[in-house]
Protein backbone atom coordinates (compact mmCIF):
# COMPACT_ATOMS: atom_id res chain seq x y z
CA UNK A 1 0.00 0.00 0.00
CA UNK A 2 1.50 3.21 -1.11
CA UNK A 3 2.14 5.60 1.50
CA UNK A 4 3.30 9.53 1.08
CA UNK A 5 4.02 12.77 3.70
CA UNK A 6 0.46 14.09 3.53
CA UNK A 7 0.29 18.07 5.55
CA UNK A 8 3.10 16.36 7.97
CA UNK A 9 1.99 12.99 8.60
CA UNK A 10 2.02 9.57 7.07
CA UNK A 11 -0.67 9.06 5.47
CA UNK A 12 -2.07 5.45 3.35
CA UNK A 13 -3.71 4.93 0.41
CA UNK A 14 -4.72 2.91 -2.59
CA UNK A 15 -4.32 3.90 -6.17
CA UNK A 16 -5.25 0.96 -8.69
CA UNK A 17 -6.58 0.99 -12.20
CA UNK A 18 -6.84 3.62 -15.21
CA UNK A 19 -9.52 5.96 -16.14
CA UNK A 20 -11.38 8.89 -14.31
CA UNK A 21 -10.23 9.35 -10.84
CA UNK A 22 -13.08 8.33 -8.09
CA UNK A 23 -11.71 8.50 -4.78
CA UNK A 24 -13.60 6.09 -1.90
CA UNK A 25 -13.89 7.36 1.37
CA UNK A 26 -15.01 5.15 3.95
CA UNK A 27 -16.90 5.75 7.44
CA UNK A 28 -15.39 6.27 11.40
CA UNK A 29 -13.12 3.46 12.48
CA UNK A 30 -12.83 1.41 9.35
CA UNK A 31 -10.39 1.79 6.34
CA UNK A 32 -9.94 1.38 2.79
CA UNK A 33 -10.74 -2.39 2.76
CA UNK A 34 -14.05 -1.22 3.11
CA UNK A 35 -14.51 -0.67 -0.83
CA UNK A 36 -13.34 -4.48 -1.78
CA UNK A 37 -15.80 -5.41 -3.83
CA UNK A 38 -16.30 -1.76 -5.14
CA UNK A 39 -12.04 -2.04 -6.22
CA UNK A 40 -12.84 -5.31 -7.70
CA UNK A 41 -15.88 -4.22 -9.82
CA UNK A 42 -15.22 -0.27 -10.89
CA UNK A 43 -11.08 -0.48 -11.43
CA UNK A 44 -11.18 -1.94 -14.76
CA UNK A 45 -12.96 1.40 -16.09
CA UNK A 46 -12.15 4.13 -13.30
CA UNK A 47 -8.51 5.40 -11.56
CA UNK A 48 -9.63 4.30 -8.04
CA UNK A 49 -7.70 6.42 -4.91
CA UNK A 50 -8.85 5.06 -1.75
CA UNK A 51 -7.04 6.36 0.96
CA UNK A 52 -6.89 5.62 5.03
CA UNK A 53 -8.15 9.23 6.47
CA UNK A 54 -6.23 10.40 8.96
CA UNK A 55 -6.51 8.55 12.81
CA UNK A 56 -7.48 4.91 10.39
CA UNK A 57 -6.03 2.01 9.13
CA UNK A 58 -2.66 2.44 8.41
CA UNK A 59 -2.28 6.28 8.17
CA UNK A 60 -0.59 8.38 11.23
CA UNK A 61 -3.23 9.88 13.76
CA UNK A 62 -4.02 13.91 13.69
CA UNK A 63 -2.19 15.55 16.12
CA UNK A 64 -5.09 17.96 17.34
CA UNK A 65 -7.89 16.97 19.80
CA UNK A 66 -10.69 17.48 17.01
CA UNK A 67 -10.27 17.11 13.04
CA UNK A 68 -13.41 17.39 11.87
CA UNK A 69 -14.21 16.33 7.75
CA UNK A 70 -13.55 20.12 6.38
CA UNK A 71 -9.36 19.05 7.73
CA UNK A 72 -9.95 15.82 5.94
CA UNK A 73 -11.14 17.31 2.92
CA UNK A 74 -7.61 19.07 3.06
CA UNK A 75 -5.92 15.85 3.72
CA UNK A 76 -7.77 14.34 0.29
CA UNK A 77 -6.70 17.77 -1.43
CA UNK A 78 -3.31 17.50 -1.03
CA UNK A 79 -3.31 13.66 -1.79
CA UNK A 80 -5.08 14.86 -5.19
CA UNK A 81 -2.16 17.29 -5.11
CA UNK A 82 0.70 14.31 -4.46
CA UNK A 83 -0.87 12.16 -7.04
CA UNK A 84 -1.49 15.71 -9.87
CA UNK A 85 -4.86 14.67 -10.39
CA UNK A 86 -6.67 18.05 -11.21
CA UNK A 87 -10.32 16.73 -10.51
CA UNK A 88 -12.37 13.35 -9.10
CA UNK A 89 -15.66 12.13 -8.31
CA UNK A 90 -15.57 11.57 -4.68
CA UNK A 91 -17.82 8.86 -3.10
CA UNK A 92 -17.87 8.48 0.61
CA UNK A 93 -19.53 6.14 3.31
CA UNK A 94 -21.16 7.56 6.55
CA UNK A 95 -18.57 9.91 7.94
CA UNK A 96 -16.35 9.64 4.91
CA UNK A 97 -20.06 11.06 3.12
CA UNK A 98 -19.05 14.70 5.47
CA UNK A 99 -15.68 14.50 3.82
CA UNK A 100 -17.13 14.49 0.45
CA UNK A 101 -19.92 16.94 1.19
CA UNK A 102 -17.16 19.03 2.65
CA UNK A 103 -15.31 18.58 -0.26
CA UNK A 104 -17.96 19.41 -2.47
CA UNK A 105 -18.53 22.96 -0.83
CA UNK A 106 -14.99 23.90 -0.15
CA UNK A 107 -13.37 22.46 -2.85
CA UNK A 108 -15.61 22.36 -5.91
CA UNK A 109 -13.34 22.96 -8.49
CA UNK A 110 -11.69 19.45 -7.28
CA UNK A 111 -14.52 17.48 -7.57
CA UNK A 112 -16.69 16.38 -10.42
CA UNK A 113 -19.37 14.90 -8.77
CA UNK A 114 -19.97 13.52 -5.34
CA UNK A 115 -21.86 9.77 -4.54
CA UNK A 116 -22.66 10.16 -0.57
CA UNK A 117 -23.48 7.03 0.77
CA UNK A 118 -25.39 6.42 3.94
CA UNK A 119 -24.80 9.88 5.00
CA UNK A 120 -26.46 12.98 6.42
CA UNK A 121 -25.71 16.81 6.64
CA UNK A 122 -26.46 17.00 10.09
CA UNK A 123 -25.71 14.54 13.03
CA UNK A 124 -28.79 14.21 14.91
CA UNK A 125 -29.43 13.33 18.43
CA UNK A 126 -30.34 9.96 17.02
CA UNK A 127 -27.05 9.14 15.35
CA UNK A 128 -24.98 10.66 18.55
CA UNK A 129 -27.09 8.52 20.91
CA UNK A 130 -25.87 4.80 18.64
CA UNK A 131 -22.53 6.15 19.09
CA UNK A 132 -22.64 6.52 22.97
CA UNK A 133 -24.38 3.39 23.24
CA UNK A 134 -21.29 1.81 21.38
CA UNK A 135 -18.87 3.42 23.98
CA UNK A 136 -20.98 2.45 26.47
CA UNK A 137 -20.96 -1.21 26.02
CA UNK A 138 -17.48 -1.63 25.42
CA UNK A 139 -16.98 0.45 28.47
CA UNK A 140 -19.26 -1.82 30.47
CA UNK A 141 -19.12 -5.12 28.59
CA UNK A 142 -15.81 -5.21 27.01
CA UNK A 143 -14.77 -5.98 23.58
CA UNK A 144 -17.01 -8.81 22.42
CA UNK A 145 -19.97 -7.29 23.58
CA UNK A 146 -19.13 -3.42 21.87
CA UNK A 147 -18.93 -5.56 18.58
CA UNK A 148 -21.99 -7.91 18.38
CA UNK A 149 -23.91 -3.96 18.84
CA UNK A 150 -22.04 -2.74 16.72
CA UNK A 151 -22.79 -4.94 14.25
CA UNK A 152 -26.73 -5.37 15.34
CA UNK A 153 -26.71 -1.50 14.59
CA UNK A 154 -24.72 -1.29 11.28
CA UNK A 155 -26.42 -4.30 9.03
CA UNK A 156 -29.62 -5.12 8.46
CA UNK A 157 -30.76 -8.68 10.60
CA UNK A 158 -31.30 -11.11 7.94
CA UNK A 159 -28.21 -10.17 6.07
CA UNK A 160 -26.38 -10.90 9.64
CA UNK A 161 -27.88 -13.86 10.54
CA UNK A 162 -26.80 -15.19 6.64
CA UNK A 163 -23.19 -13.70 7.50
CA UNK A 164 -22.38 -15.17 10.62
CA UNK A 165 -19.49 -16.94 9.83
CA UNK A 166 -18.16 -13.83 7.71
CA UNK A 167 -18.87 -11.30 10.56
CA UNK A 168 -16.92 -13.87 13.03
CA UNK A 169 -14.27 -13.14 10.82
CA UNK A 170 -14.58 -9.60 10.73
CA UNK A 171 -14.85 -9.43 15.12
CA UNK A 172 -11.50 -11.37 14.95
CA UNK A 173 -9.54 -8.95 12.89
CA UNK A 174 -10.41 -5.89 14.78
CA UNK A 175 -9.53 -8.04 18.89
CA UNK A 176 -7.19 -5.86 19.95
CA UNK A 177 -6.81 -2.94 16.84
CA UNK A 178 -5.99 0.94 18.75
CA UNK A 179 -8.95 3.26 18.39
CA UNK A 180 -7.53 5.77 19.58
CA UNK A 181 -6.84 7.79 16.32
CA UNK A 182 -10.44 7.95 15.11
CA UNK A 183 -11.06 9.62 18.79
CA UNK A 184 -10.26 13.47 17.10
CA UNK A 185 -12.74 12.55 13.82
CA UNK A 186 -15.47 11.37 16.36
CA UNK A 187 -15.56 14.29 18.63
CA UNK A 188 -15.75 16.48 15.93
CA UNK A 189 -18.29 14.73 13.88
CA UNK A 190 -20.88 14.91 16.84
CA UNK A 191 -21.50 18.71 15.88
CA UNK A 192 -21.30 17.96 11.95
CA UNK A 193 -23.88 20.36 10.74
CA UNK A 194 -24.02 21.93 6.94
CA UNK A 195 -27.98 22.01 6.13
CA UNK A 196 -27.40 25.59 5.81
CA UNK A 197 -25.16 25.72 3.06
CA UNK A 198 -25.91 22.04 0.88
CA UNK A 199 -27.95 23.92 -1.06
CA UNK A 200 -25.05 25.93 -2.37
CA UNK A 201 -23.51 22.30 -3.66
CA UNK A 202 -24.27 22.20 -7.95
CA UNK A 203 -22.45 18.96 -8.32
CA UNK A 204 -23.67 16.06 -10.07
CA UNK A 205 -24.84 14.13 -7.01
CA UNK A 206 -26.12 10.43 -6.18
CA UNK A 207 -27.69 9.65 -2.74
CA UNK A 208 -27.74 6.20 -1.39
CA UNK A 209 -28.96 4.82 1.45
CA UNK A 210 -29.98 1.79 3.45
CA UNK A 211 -34.21 1.86 4.21
CA UNK A 212 -33.22 -0.03 7.55
CA UNK A 213 -30.31 2.41 8.28
CA UNK A 214 -29.97 2.44 12.72
CA UNK A 215 -26.91 4.94 12.42
CA UNK A 216 -28.29 7.29 10.18
CA UNK A 217 -31.79 7.41 9.75
CA UNK A 218 -32.84 7.45 6.25
CA UNK A 219 -34.58 10.59 6.29
CA UNK A 220 -31.26 12.27 5.84
CA UNK A 221 -31.09 11.07 2.48
CA UNK A 222 -34.61 12.33 1.40
CA UNK A 223 -33.31 15.53 3.18
CA UNK A 224 -29.89 15.71 0.74
CA UNK A 225 -32.25 14.69 -2.34
CA UNK A 226 -34.59 17.47 -1.88
CA UNK A 227 -31.63 20.17 -0.86
CA UNK A 228 -29.24 19.43 -3.73
CA UNK A 229 -30.60 20.83 -7.18
CA UNK A 230 -30.92 18.00 -9.49
CA UNK A 231 -29.61 15.18 -7.80
CA UNK A 232 -31.03 11.83 -7.97
CA UNK A 233 -31.80 9.32 -5.11
CA UNK A 234 -31.72 5.55 -4.23
CA UNK A 235 -32.86 3.68 -1.92
CA UNK A 236 -32.51 -0.12 -0.89
CA UNK A 237 -35.37 -2.04 1.30
CA UNK A 238 -34.53 -4.61 3.72
CA UNK A 239 -31.04 -3.01 3.48
CA UNK A 240 -28.86 -1.35 6.73
CA UNK A 241 -26.21 1.04 7.09
CA UNK A 242 -23.59 -1.29 4.94
CA UNK A 243 -24.71 -0.83 1.50
CA UNK A 244 -21.41 -1.42 -0.04
CA UNK A 245 -21.21 -4.67 1.52
CA UNK A 246 -24.78 -6.06 2.14
CA UNK A 247 -25.84 -4.77 -1.54
CA UNK A 248 -22.62 -4.53 -3.36
CA UNK A 249 -23.58 -5.90 -6.88
CA UNK A 250 -26.39 -3.11 -6.97
CA UNK A 251 -24.02 -0.59 -5.54
CA UNK A 252 -21.62 -1.68 -8.63
CA UNK A 253 -24.05 -1.60 -11.10
CA UNK A 254 -25.71 1.84 -9.62
CA UNK A 255 -22.29 3.57 -9.47
CA UNK A 256 -21.00 2.59 -13.28
CA UNK A 257 -24.52 3.91 -14.32
CA UNK A 258 -24.11 7.23 -12.59
CA UNK A 259 -20.56 8.34 -13.34
CA UNK A 260 -21.23 6.88 -16.90
CA UNK A 261 -24.50 9.26 -17.62
CA UNK A 262 -22.53 11.84 -16.17
CA UNK A 263 -19.40 11.81 -18.46
CA UNK A 264 -16.08 9.61 -17.98
CA UNK A 265 -14.27 12.19 -20.79
CA UNK A 266 -13.19 15.10 -17.64
CA UNK A 267 -9.07 15.53 -17.22
CA UNK A 268 -8.16 14.09 -13.84
CA UNK A 269 -4.43 15.07 -14.36
CA UNK A 270 -3.15 18.27 -13.27
CA UNK A 271 -1.32 20.14 -16.29
CA UNK A 272 2.74 19.50 -16.30
CA UNK A 273 4.53 23.23 -16.38
CA UNK A 274 6.21 22.98 -20.25
CA UNK A 275 10.20 24.06 -19.80
CA UNK A 276 9.22 27.83 -20.68
CA UNK A 277 6.11 28.14 -18.15
CA UNK A 278 8.12 29.35 -15.30
CA UNK A 279 6.00 27.38 -13.35
CA UNK A 280 7.01 25.76 -10.44
CA UNK A 281 6.74 21.92 -9.66
CA UNK A 282 4.00 20.58 -7.92
CA UNK A 283 5.13 19.83 -4.22
Same mark, same amino acid.
Given at each position: ?? /?????????????????? %????????????? /??????????????????? *???????????????????????????? @??????????????????? %?????? @??????????????? %??????????? +???????????????????????????? *????? @?????????? +?????????????????? @???????????????????????????????? +????????????????????????? /??????????? +???????????????????????
Amino acid at each position: MP /EAEIRGSKFHYEDVGEGP %AVVLLHGLGGDGH /EWVYQKAALSSKFRLIIPD *LKGHGSSAPPKEPLYPPFEHAKDVVALL @DHLQVASAWVVGLSAGGFV %ALALGL @DHSSRVRGLVLIGTT %AHVDKYTIAVG +RRWMETFQKDGFDAYMDQEMRDIFHPDW *LLAHL @DEMAKFKESQ +RGRDLKGIAPSGAANATW @DVRPRIGKIKLPTLVVHGMDDRVVDPTSARIL +RQSILGSEMKLYANTGHMVLLERPQ /ELNELLLGFLG +RSGLKAPTALPMPGPSSGAPPLS
